[in-house]
């Protein structure tokens, strides 16, 4: 199984530099739409309701002080099966030539995401976990 590392540096290997705001909602709909369509994660890292949208913590602790990413060191897009480059290459097709704001906006719509912030104020701090299942329940709902 491919971990978060691998497959953000796949989608950076498709897309090329990306805002780390931008890969961070790409991994996500990687993740969502993988758990729908292959009926299992794509990788095991935690995804969290940040105020900006959806962030995997150990994602973002690798990119914290860029803005823009251009490589993850830790990952190695080799690692991503047939079954999940297709997922991501999916996801990219759809949602990779939109900005950063227009992903961090859908993801304030959906479900998942508004179902980890109830509770929290606007631009408060939060480390909820978006779970798999939410995930999975939400996105396999709009097939």
Not at 30 to 38: E, L, N, P, Y
Not at 46 to 65: F, Q, T, Y
Not at 103 to 125: F, K, N, Q, V
Request: hydrophobic share 40%; net charge neutral.
């Amino acid at each position: 199984m491919a971990n978060v590392f691998d497959v953000a540096q796949f989608i950076l290997e498709e897309m090329g530099d990306l805002s780390a705001m931008k890969l961070q909602k790409l991994v996500y709909y990687s993740q969502a739409w993988h758990t729908v369509w292959a009926d299992h994660t794509l990788f095991r890292e935690k995804i969290e309701a940040w105020k900006d949208g959806p962030v995997c913590p150990a994602l973002w602790r690798e990119h914290a002080s860029e803005f823009k990413v251009t490589k993850i060191a830790r990952g190695d897009a080799e690692e991503l099966d047939k079954r999940e480059r297709r997922t991501v290459k999916n996801v990219l097709k759809f949602y990779g030539g939109k900005s950063a704001q227009w992903l961090s906006d859908l993801t304030h719509t959906e479900d998942p995401w508004l179902d980890a912030r109830r509770g929290a104020r606007p631009g408060e701090r939060s480390k909820v976990e978006i779970t798999v299942s939410a995930m999975q329940r939400y996105y396999a709902s709009l097939t």
